[in-house]
């Protein structure tokens, strides 16, 4: 399983950015998908998720103004991230957990690569 995400950049505050990030390899399901960040000097954390069955879950800075939205049926996850402030400012990455893969169900965390979001005037 292999996870690209896309869209990230320079945005000025009160902005608007959205991210995206398909995963691909022989998939049959992926339970959870969704976003995690690092500020500089700062630990990873969870900003948003989405199960299968269309739960979602936020970091409590982001509620009310991120949106994460899933195509199953492309193993795309989107992040629409709106109202932006320079806290937002990270790398973005983009995981997979529990992903079914040829009928066998892998109980771990893919990782993409991050995608750099700063948001500055």
């Known amino acids: 399983v292999q996870l690209q995400a896309s869209g990230g950049g320079l945005v000025q505050p009160g902005g608007s950015l959205t991210l995206s990030c398909a995963a691909t390899?022989?998939?049959?399901?992926?339970?959870?998908m969704g976003w995690y960040r690092q500020a500089p000097g700062k630990q990873r954390e969870m900003v948003a998720v989405?199960?299968?069955?269309?739960?979602?879950n936020y970091e409590d800075s982001v509620k009310g103004r991120f949106t994460v939205s899933r195509d199953s049926a492309k193993n795309t996850v989107y992040l629409q991230m709106n109202s932006l402030t320079s806290g937002d400012t990270a790398v973005y990455y983009c995981?997979?957990?529990?992903?079914?893969?040829?009928?066998?169900?892998?109980?771990?965390?893919?990782w993409g690569k991050g995608t750099q979001v700063t948001v500055s005037s």
């Open positions: 989405h199960t299968r069955t269309g739960s979602t």
């Open positions: 995981a997979a957990n529990g992903v079914t893969s040829m009928g066998r169900f892998y109980n771990r965390q893919y």
């Open positions: 390899g022989d998939i049959d399901l992926i339970n959870v």
